[in-house]
């Protein structure tokens, strides 16, 4: 039930590297694909991961879920790494040290959080609280944005979840 919606038009953000966001690439990643040293860095609960990624362009992209929740008051935790390379080098990767090279954003309905700077070539966990007095469909997710050209603008995305706080 999952959603994948992305922002093609033009990158107005300031700073940024303007011209327009361009679709990232996205599959399921088994752990089989990747090095072993790098299932712990990009797979946080399982075998698979979630990458996006694109090399060259600025990217602007969300996912999300409608989902039917009883009144009560939730939690939804998301986790990502932001893979923002500016070089690679010696079989290394450089990471982005600007803070708005790799933002993220809770969506809630028609609301959730503002943009957010993360910490680029580490895993992020970010929550959001919120109460239903009665029940109702939600829609809950996270957009990711890279305003700038970089060697990648990648995100690994994985073990995100809801809990209803008693």
């Given amino acids: ?3 994948f919606a992305m922002d093609e038009g033009a990158n107005t953000l300031d700073p940024g590297s303007g011209g327009v966001f361009n679709r990232p690439e996205v599959r399921v990643v088994p752990s ?3 090095p072993p040293a790098e299932h712990s860095k990009f797979i946080f609960n ?3 991961t979630i990458k996006a990624f694109k090399g060259g362009a ?4 969300s996912i999300f879920t409608d989902i039917a929740l009883p009144a009560g008051t939730y939690q939804f935790r998301s986790q990502f790494f932001p893979d923002t390379v500016l070089t690679y080098e010696g079989g290394g990767s450089t990471f982005s040290t600007d803070p708005l090279a790799a933002e993220a954003r809770i969506i809630f309905n ?3 959080t503002n943009w957010q700077p993360t910490n680029i070539g580490q ?3 970010v929550t959001y609280e919120f109460t239903l ?5 939600v829609r809950i997710g996270t957009s ?5 050209i970089m060697a990648n603008n990648g995100w690994f995305i994985d073990d995100w979840a809801l809990y209803a706080i008693p």
């Fill in 123 to 125: 895993r992020n966990v």
């Fill in 144 to 148: 990711f944005r890279n305003r700038f």
């Fill in 58 to 61: 600025p990217t602007s992209f």
């Fill in 46 to 48: 399982g075998q698979k």
């Fill in 32 to 34: 089989t694909d990747l």
């Fill in 110 to 112: 028609n609301s959730g």
């Fill in 1 to 3: 039930g999952w959603q």
């Fill in 133 to 137: 007095d009665s029940p109702q469909t």
